[in-house]
């Protein structure tokens, strides 16, 4: 098994997206939160080893929650570990929080993770957003506006 080099690490920038967050959700506002991870996580992360496909917030009290995120484990762990789907805090100001949870206890909000990545002071962050669930007219509308979006890019060279 080759080893990692250095240069492999993520130290800033992009981790992981959610590409199917704006095609599933129409994303009304969006956050930058921090979360609690242990150790192995953020190695993991720095590596790239992450899917925020299927996350999504969770409230439990007066805290969020992301879930479903998936972190893979880090192979270099020696005795501590991760479970790689568990739920993670989300790191946010009071006011942000309880925005979230007055918006999310109306019908068909949805908090829906965005992208993951790493701020210019080297620390996880993930974007999330308050959506609701486009209908299939809605999509059917996004394609066709990125098609005639496309051939307008093309008819300009």
């Known amino acids: 098994m080759a080893k990692s080099k250095k240069s492999d690490f993520i130290s800033t920038g992009l981790v992981a997206q959610n ?29 790239g080893h992450a899917n925020i496909t299927d996350a999504f917030g969770v409230v439990k009290g007066e805290e969020l929650f992301i879930s479903n995120m998936f972190i893979a484990e880090y192979s270099n762990k020696g005795y501590a570990s991760h479970s790689e789907k568990r739920e993670r805090k989300l790191l946010l ?26 701020d210019e002071h080297g620390r996880a962050k993930l974007e999330v957003g308050l959506g609701t669930g486009k209908k299939n007219y809605d999509k059917r509308e996004a394609i066709k506006e990125r098609e005639v979006n496309r051939k307008i890019r093309l008819a300009d060279y």
């Open 19 to 47: 590409r199917r967050a704006h095609f599933d959700y129409l994303i009304v506002e969006k956050f930058v939160a921090g979360m609690e991870l242990t150790g192995t996580e953020v190695k993991s992360l720095r590596l």
């Open 93 to 118: 100001k009071k006011k942000e929080i309880i925005d979230i949870i007055n918006s999310l206890s109306r019908k068909g909000t949805t908090l829906v993770a965005i992208r993951l990545f790493f």
